[in-house]
């Protein structure tokens, strides 16, 4: 009895420790399953989905005068859960095309930590969770049905299409994708909930966000150009070489900053707020031109949180009439 309890102790013992996951060859503790599910969600770059809806929120105050706080919320509500549902998705297709490994950031699924069905079922509910989102805005915002649906499932099915169906990411559009949604669509999504009507001028103000974010990605691509040849995966960084990534990684980072220059010489100094992050700024560069990479997209994420509150700020703080471009009602 004891023999046979001692070796179902013992396969029990090897079972955990197969399962658990190892980093650098030293064993990490193991997470429990809502931490697992939580990190899946990937919380850290949601920065890149709340400061357009907060930018386009801020234009429509300064463009109205009006700023209705429920419907920002439920904003907020939906354009996380498909930027979430965007990140687990990711993931699912990264682990079956074989792209993720042991070295990748993402390796929940790689370490078996959970399963795909796992994340398939929590990528529907994330998707369904935005979904209910969007009928609270058709019940809450002046905008009509038409164009909130036009907006909001065009950018719920960009989401997937990043990785799944077509992958764009993995035919080098995902770059194209993330310029378009992760600023342009999202701030006009924004300012059209608060005020029910188009601005195609927001769209100007929607660019140093683009750019930063895209910054983010390029630099994560750039480092995993190796693993995404192996996978045969197809990406911008893989297609103009390393030193044209540098070039483009560089213009992607320091023409927002020009902008806001520019923009705070001669329209008001507020725009000079995000400068602050300019140094910051230049040392990423330095690192991405020494090859040091494997830190800096976390960096680059780090940078983006700071980014987009200080231009934030400034638009905030800005009169309305120092806003150029900006239709005032």
Known sequence: MNHTTNQQSSSGNDNKRENQPKMSGKLIQYPSRFSAYLLSLRPWSFSTSLAPVGLGAALAYKSTGHFDLSIFLVTCLSALSVHAAGNVVNTYFDFLKGIDSKRSDDRILVD???????????????????????????????????HLALVYFGGLSSSFLYTGGIGLKYIALGDVLVLV??????????????????????????????????AILHSNNTRDVESD??????????????????????????VPYIAFTVLG???????????????????????????????????????????????????IMAEPYNLPWLNIK
């Open 229 to 254: 040849s192996r996978a045969g995966a197809v990406t911008v960084a893989i297609l103009i070489g390393y030193t044209c990534s540098h070039i483009l990684f560089a213009f992607l980072l320091f």
């Open 112 to 146: 078996k930590i959970l399963t795909p069905d796992d994340l398939a079922h929590l990528g529907v509910l994330l998707y369904v969770l935005g979904c209910m989102g969007f009928i609270g805005l058709v019940l809450l915002s002046p905008a009509s049905m038409e």
């Open 265 to 315: 010489l001669h329209f008001t100094k507020w725009f000079l707020l995000p400068l602050i992050t300019l140094p910051a700024a230049f040392d990423l560069e330095k690192q991405f031109r020494n090859g040091r990479l494997q830190t800096l997209p976390k960096q680059m994420k780090k940078l983006n949180v700071y980014f987009g509150l200080f231009y934030l700020i400034s638009c």
């Open 181 to 214: 949604i992760f600023g342009p669509v999202t701030v006009l999504f924004s300012y059209m909930t608060q005020t029910g009507t188009w601005d195609l001028n927001t769209l100007f103000y929607a660019m140093p966000l683009a750019l930063n974010t895209e």
